[in-house]
């Protein structure tokens, strides 16, 4: 199918070819999200075992003959100060997807970001030096002022400062292309020279390639 190209006005300047992307398949979208949330998550909850509080180098009583209960040190876990039983030790709690589950789930979102008729492929976003009204302004004309995340082909310093600024927009180069990032954001820009490799990596039958993590 084509798709049109347009300026930061909003003008059409031609067309690209878009392939075929199939349905949206909600399952890989979830999975895809669980999977980078899990791989987000810090992993550094814990707490102090008996061994690692300090104190209770012998015991507090003899065994008998004192009417206490038997003891053999004041930091087993019932004492106040004692150490913890069963707590949370720090995990990581990563794991990676089948390779097919991943390519799918990227697919499925940029196809429903297409079928909503919110992907938008920009010609060019040219800035001699960073400028945020420029950036707003463009995303005002694309999207009415709506949250895009935008995908350009390379690290570009002066587009990524002129939009770091402005409220819901976000820049990624096409390799961080992920599927949280295409959801959470109402609009999907690719600029034109990164529509070819986003292209590859969602059409049916191309290589699944080595994953990247965003």
Same mark, same amino acid.
């Given at each position: 199918?084509?798709?049109? /190209? ?50 209770? $180098? ?9 009417? #206490? ?80 995340? /935008?995908?350009? $082909? ?10 770091? #600024? ?42 699944? $390639? ?5």
């Amino acid at each position: 199918m084509k798709i049109d /190209i347009v300026d930061n006005k909003k003008k059409t300047v031609g067309s690209a070819e878009m392939p075929e992307l199939g349905p949206v398949k909600k399952q890989l979208l979830w999975e895809a999200v669980r999977q980078q949330n899990a791989s987000d998550r810090a992993g550094t909850a814990s707490t102090k075992k008996r061994g690692d509080v300090s104190g209770g $180098g012998k015991k507090p009583w003899k065994q008998k003959h004192t009417g #206490n209960a038997r003891h053999g040190s004041i930091r087993e876990p019932q004492w106040r100060k004692g150490g913890n039983v069963f707590g949370p030790v720090p995990r990581d709690y990563s794991y990676e997807l089948p390779k097919k589950v991943a390519k799918g789930a990227i697919r499925s979102a940029v196809a429903q970001r297409l079928k909503e008729g919110k992907l938008i492929v920009l010609d060019k976003f040219d800035v001699e030096k960073p400028s945020t009204k420029t950036a707003a302004a463009t995303l005002q004309a694309l999207c009415g002022g709506d949250s895009a995340l /935008i995908v350009i $082909g390379a690290r570009n310093k002066n587009v990524e400062l002129s939009f770091r #600024n402005v409220r819901g927009a976000k820049v990624l180069p096409v390799e961080g292309l992920n599927v949280r990032d295409v959801l959470r954001y109402h609009n999907l820009i690719v600029t034109k020279n990164a529509l070819e490799a986003v292209t590859k990596r969602v059409a049916e039958g191309a290589p699944v $390639g080595k994953k990247v993590s965003a």
